[in-house]
């Protein structure tokens, strides 16, 4: 049998996981990734190979996995059961509240009270008081000579007693089922290997979705600062070309390019912000930690090796000659080297600050929304179906108690009387029978068919409890989505305000210049591309802002996101699996009545006495 991984958290293919991973960590750069903290809090280092071992630890998807390892051990109990004994002790007490044989006797005839009296059976001689001692002992030993009660008092007492007491054990043994035991057995020992399998399959899936995770996380750190970069560049470029045009060395058409291609870079950087933040939230939720604790990554991607790039003094020293430049027969003017540039200063963080007034627009919003993720309707939910996996377990364990269950039952005959049958044609002609019984019943020896109830309640509980708490950590994550997605709409938005109206200023421009001469066809179609590019972005921004917010509004009654449900796949089909298999479970002792479960005993009330 293969070994079980819940008591084997480290099987093979694990440590040659954890051994490329090692490898991985200690052959890239180590580097400082650290998440934005607005609490001024330090942030945690984090290598990858530690985050590997808290995703594995923390993992909803593996102990939902382990769960259904216990699921299919009992599964395979109730299975076992069915080929072993089944003994159950019973116990009732029935009180007869009418009788036919009564009503028949009432209906009898009368005695004729003018009749003589009746002859004294010998069986029972009255002996008169004055009677010798002679006469009392022939009286004796003729009463014993005849059957005591007449030969039908012994019968009288069992058949019309109204009282009743009866004690049973009753068993069973399937001796030949045709390979229905032997095929559910095969089946059962199947599924409990199945499950150690899915132990180990989600075991490698959460190794996989962590380092993922991890590896998504650090690529937006170099994605937020190569946009932070190119935004400062761009913004470096539009301040110099705004000094060039104070002093008329630059056309309004440049200002008003260089001033689109900054504001076109905006929501670039914005979009790679939010994606960090995601990317960043999305492993704390894999490892199980506060979604605000701030985190320093010390794996970082690797960076292939690259030939050193000549220096700009030995690019001028080994470059060819060129003449100078001509334009339509004229010399270009140039600059010599030992001309001096005015230098532009930019502060990264005076540019790389976010607008306040974004953050105050997306409070407002949230702080009129529910974004609690226990009030989202997936987590309500799966709080509801653990309620009802609490009480199945409730209802499983319940089968190794007594049962007692009070019972009655209310019945007619009639005797048809006659050659031909005759039909009664009134109710009196029937002679009622009404008996009420109160019954025990108690299960001794089931072949382990309650233990594995028990193992698969136990172990669907165990699996509602860690989809909750899943979907509650899913549903914080989806909120945070949320709530980051307004904001990088609101950003947008504002940022691709004049932006348009600038692009299509320098169009227009660029389409005088064009037509006078000036420009080259490359110019103006970029002039082109830039217009379409702040059209489209504004246009997006609008929509994106209006579905963020709604979406938001309505946050609290709306599915999880893609994103969410993707991650819930595994445990919710998990624990609809799980909770089927219950229901067949129980099917089987249902199959055994009411009677069996509460009593031990079925009444007839046929004789009104013994069933």
């Known amino acids: ?48 190979e530690e985050a590997v071992r808290l995703g594995e630890r923390q993992s909803e998807a593996v102990r939902v996995a382990e769960a259904g390892v216990l699921r299919a051990r009992g599964q395979y109990a109730q299975a076992r059961s069915q080929a072993l004994p089944q003994v159950n002790a019973t116990g009732a007490y029935q009180k007869q509240l009418q009788s036919q044989f009564e009503a028949l006797a009432n209906s ?7 009749a003589p009296p009746a002859p004294v059976a010998l069986c029972t001689p009255e002996i008169p008081a004055d009677a010798s001692p002679a006469a009392r002992a022939a009286a004796l030993a003729a009463a014993q000579s005849c059957s005591q009660d007449g030969g039908l008092g012994s019968i009288t007492r069992v058949f019309a007693n109204p009282n009743n007491i009866i004690l049973g054990v009753t068993g069973s043994q399937n001796l030949f089922t045709g390979g229905r035991i032997t095929a559910g057995l095969r089946a059962a020992d199947a599924g409990r290997r199945s499950a150690d399998i899915g132990v180990r399959a989600a075991r490698a899936q959460v190794t996989l979705d962590v380092a993922q995770a991890y590896f998504d996380a650090a690529l937006a750190d170099r994605l937020v600062s190569i946009s932070e970069s190119s935004f400062v560049q761009t913004e470096r470029a ?7 045009r104070e002093v008329g060395n630059v056309s309004e058409f440049d200002l008003l390019r260089s001033r689109v291609a900054r504001d076109n870079q905006r929501p670039l950087l914005i979009q790679a912000r939010t994606q960090r933040d995601v990317a960043y939230v999305r492993l704390r939720q ?77 409070d407002s919003i949230v702080a009129a929304a529910d974004t609690a993720a226990a009030s989202r309707a997936p987590a309500r939910q799966t709080r509801e179906n653990i309620t009802v996996q609490r009480n199945l377990l409730r209802s ?42 109160l019954g025990v019943s108690v299960p001794i020896l089931t072949g382990g068919r309650i233990r594995g109830d028990e193992m698969i309640a136990e172990a669907n509980l165990r699996e509602a409890e860690q989809t909750s708490r899943q979907v509650e950590e899913l549903s914080a994550l989806d909120a945070r989505l949320a709530v980051s997605q307004l904001a990088q709409a609101e950003a947008t938005w504002r940022a691709s305000a004049g932006t348009a109206s600038q692009a299509t200023r320098a169009y227009s421009i660029a389409e005088v210049r064009f037509r006078e001469g000036l420009a080259t066809q490359v110019e103006l179609a970029d002039s082109r591309l830039l217009l379409q590019q702040a059209e489209a972005n504004a246009a997006t921004a609008a929509r994106d802002r209006e579905v963020a917010r709604l979406r938001l509004a309505l946050l609290k009654d709306l599915p999880l996101s893609a994103q969410g449900a993707a991650q ?17 479970s129980n099917s089987p002792q249902g199959a055994q009545g009411s009677a069996q479960r509460a009593g031990g005993f079925q009444q007839t009330g046929t004789t009104g006495g013994t069933p």
Do not use: C
């Open 1 to 48: 049998m293969p070994s079980n991984p819940v008591t084997s958290p480290h099987p093979s293919w694990a440590r040659s996981a954890r051994a490329l991973l090692l490898g991985a960590a200690l052959w890239a750069v180590p580097v400082s990734a650290q998440t934005p903290a607005a609490s001024g809090r330090a942030a945690r280092p984090l290598s990858l």
């Open 108 to 114: 009898a005839p009368k005695p004729d009270p003018n």
């Open 238 to 244: 539009f301040r110099q070309t705004a000094i060039a």
């Open 286 to 362: 894999l490892l199980d930690l506060p979604l605000d604790e701030p985190l320093s990554l010390t794996t970082a991607l690797p960076t292939p090796d690259v030939a050193p790039v000549p220096t700009r003094a030995t690019a001028d020293a080994t470059a060819t000659p060129r003449p100078p430049a001509t334009r339509g027969g004229a010399p270009v003017a140039t600059v010599a080297a030992n001309e001096r540039f005015t230098t532009v200063n930019v502060n990264p963080a005076e540019v790389l600050a976010e607008d306040p007034l974004v953050a105050t627009a997306v």
């Open 396 to 437: 499983a364990r319940a089968q190794r108690l007594p049962a007692v269950q009070l019972t009655t039952n209310y019945q007619r005959f009639a005797y048809p009387s006659g050659e031909g049958i005759t039909f009664p044609t009134a109710l009196n002609q029937f002679y009622p029978n009404w008996t009420v019984a």
């Open 568 to 584: 819930q796949g595994m445990g919710g089909a998990a624990a609809q699996a799980g909770a089927s298999q219950q229901q067949r």
